[in-house]
């Protein structure tokens, strides 16, 4: 079993930034992989950005890249994905889901996930 938890949500303007925080509970130590997905009103749930175990695999969706970054402190425990130069269409609930079965990959698609965070909600107003 594991819990996930995320927080940092809220209202931004766009040009401005936000960092996610997603704090990972489990009864057993294992490795796992990290991802943060989101859903925008009306549409589907959609990958954002993945990292694996030991950080050395890190994969971003096209829309985000270049502008957010997900890093991880497997120490200190808590995810973080830090949004920069956000826009309108970044507005969606944001989601961190972990994978515990291939902790060396950096997975992309939701059916990869094991367990995940109940979301935390960013608006970016224009």
């Known amino acids: 079993q594991m819990r996930l938890v995320e927080s940092g949500g809220g209202l931004v303007q766009a040009g401005g930034s936000l960092r996610l925080s997603c704090a990972a509970s489990?009864?057993?130590?294992?490795?796992?992989?990290l991802g943060w997905f989101r859903q925008a009103p009306g549409k589907e749930r959609e990958f954002v950005a993945a990292?694996?175990?030991?950080?050395?695999?890190?994969v971003y969706a096209d829309a985000v890249k270049g502008r957010f970054t997900i890093s991880r402190d497997n120490a200190k425990n808590p995810l973080q994905l830090t949004m920069n130069n956000l826009k309108p269409d970044d507005t969606a609930v944001y989601y961190c889901?972990?994978?515990?079965?291939?902790?060396?990959?950096?997975?992309?698609?939701?059916?990869?996930?094991?367990?995940w965070g109940q979301g935390t909600q960013v608006t970016v107003s224009s």
């Open positions: 889901a972990a994978d515990i079965h291939r902790p060396w990959v950096a997975a992309v698609t939701m059916d990869e996930y094991d367990y």
């Open positions: 489990t009864l057993t130590a294992r490795p796992y992989t």
């Open positions: 990292i694996n175990w030991s950080g050395s695999s890190i």
